[in-house]
């Protein structure tokens, strides 16, 4: 699953450098496993993030 290109993955590089005004009160990578239907099972890297606007 997921993008089929690297370039298209999000990062936590990625969104500070797309967001930066935001004022960070959550960014980290993390992997776990999924369970969203058929065809959406297996370990994922995920990144959670919460931000706030300034």
Avoid: F, I, N
């Amino acid at each position: 699953g997921g993008p089929g290109r690297a370039d298209h993955l999000y990062t936590p590089e990625l969104l500070r450098e797309l967001l930066p005004e935001a004022d960070w009160l959550l960014l980290q990578e993390h992997e776990a496993t999924l369970h969203e239907g058929t065809g959406h099972v297996g370990r994922s890297a995920l990144v959670d993030a919460v931000a706030r606007k300034r």
